[in-house]
């Protein structure tokens, strides 16, 4: 679960961290449920994560890089995701994993959540397929890199 669990009751934080502690040393699919979640939220909590650590003395501010900020927000031992996929013809990710869409592509489509088949999804993959992923680079220095 990623989010501010505060907000539920004694009871569902309880059934939350029963369930991740049941499942934490399953492999293969991995499912992450956002709860109580904004990306500002995460952004904010890592930052007071790193605060409290140069608090203590166990970090210097020097030594906040973006490699040990990425280790601060929730779902840090996941990889960013590659795509996302945003229905029902939005164009905003709103608030959604802020640090984490830095370099994922982003597909939108006019079509409901409910609606959304195979055949969407293979649209989805296709527009994914057709692009240079570039990591912040322009698309010169990429096949540069690559001759």
Partial sequence: F???RSAFSAKLQ???NLSEQKTANNSGLELSIAVNYGGRW???NA???LAVQVQQGELKPED???ERFAQAV???DLRDPDLFIRTGGEKRV??????HLAYTELYFTDTLWPDFSDHELDLALEFYAGRQRRFGKTGEQVEKKDA
Avoid at 94 to 99: D, T
């Fill in 14 to 16: 309880t059934q939350m």
């Fill in 47 to 49: 930052a007071r994560k």
């Fill in 2 to 4: 990623i989010g501010e």
């Fill in 42 to 44: 995460d952004i904010v």
């Fill in 94 to 99: 709103s608030n959604y994993l802020l640090w």
């Fill in 64 to 66: 906040i890089s973006i």
């Fill in 74 to 76: 929730s779902l840090s």
